[in-house]
Structure formats: structure tokens, C-alpha cells
């Protein structure tokens, strides 16, 4: 048995999240689509090129979520998971964590996403264990922070290591699949370094490593 380590956004579904849910909440009317849509839009854009500070980008997109309870955020987390997620996950996705259940290998998902959404999206995968950006709470509501290292980056080495040893695991016959530049770090750590659907910066360096390119649909 190894683990099967996953990045979520633009790997296991066709999107972000966090841009979808920054979308969803302009449906409900918690912030004003017209500043904060275009707002996410632009940090998104600095995410995409690897120049941006993560912890800019989730003070502003939890700013909404203040004095808001986990229960009241989770009561329509549900539902945009059902509607706007379960439309968009890749089919090449579901096989291969299918594929590593069956050989019994242990499923990890880690993402650079608000752990609220990623953990509503892994259990409609079917994957149990998570790591994410943690938020912060302040006399039971969230409040606008984030807590710990951020799962951005360096950081998924930081919080995966720490993961490892907690709970005796170690990275032998690792596979890691990811889209981005950003997770490079995490990439070159594991025996089996997969790039799904990757970004130039991300399959350039997949072609000159030799690593396999995969096209999921």
C-alpha cells in the first residue's frame, strides 16, 4: 500500500473552487459581485503565474465569512458542491482514484483551498482524508483568519511531512498528481510525480524530468 496524493483545483475538476464558491457568494448576496468577483478574479490571475502571496488572497475571500458559523457556511457549501462541483469533476479523475483505491493504496487529498470546501468536495469523491487552509475560529463563528501553515507551496511539504508523522506514513512509492507550478515542491518529492492537464511552467519541467503528462477529461 502507498499513497495516493492529490491536488484538487484544475486536477480532480474542471475549475477552481475557490473562484466558484467567490461566484456562489455573490449569489447569496454575501458580498457585491461587482467588486469582489473581479477582485478574486485578479488575485486568481497572480495565483496562476506563481507571484501570489496566499495569505492576501485568503484574507480577502473570507472576509465574507466573518461572525458566519460552520453551520450556517456548511448549509450551503452542500449544495454548491451538488450544483456547481459534481458537474465539473473529470472523468480520467474518478477512474484513477478508482484505479488506487482497488490496489488499496491510501487517498490524500491536499489543496491550496479553504479546508470548509475541499473536505465538502473529497467526501462526493470519496476520499476521507484531507489537508487544506485551515480557518480560524473566534467564539464559535469564523473569524476572517487562517490558522497554521497554509497548504500553498513549500507549505504542502511542511503540512504533508508533518502529516507523515503523525501518522507513521512515509512517501515510498508516493504518487503525487497536480496541474500547477505551484506544487513543484511537492512534486519532486515523491517517487511518482504525475502532471494532469499541467501549466506550461509545470510541463516543461515534466517533459525535461521525464515525468508522465496526463490529459484528463
Known sequence: MALAIFDLDETLIHGDCASLWAQRMADLQWVDRDSF???EQELMTLYSRGELAMEDYMTFTLAPLVGRTPEEVEFVVGPYVEDVIEPIIFGDAMRCLAAHRAAGDRL???S???HFLVSAIAERLGVDEVLAIDCEFQHGCYSG????VL???????????AWLAA??????????YSD???DLPLLQRVPHPHAVNPDPTLRAHAEQAGWEILDWK
Open 108 to 110: 490524500l487529498l491536499i
Open 145 to 148: 483568519k487562517t490558522s497554521g
Open 37 to 39: 468577483v473581479p477582485r
Open 151 to 161: 497548504t500553498y507551496r513549500e507549505g504542502k511539504v511542511t503540512r504533508l511531512e
Open 167 to 176: 501518522e507513521g506514513e512515509t512517501l515510498e512509492g508516493a504518487h503525487f
Open 180 to 182: 500547477s507550478r505551484n
Open 112 to 114: 491550496a483551498s479553504a
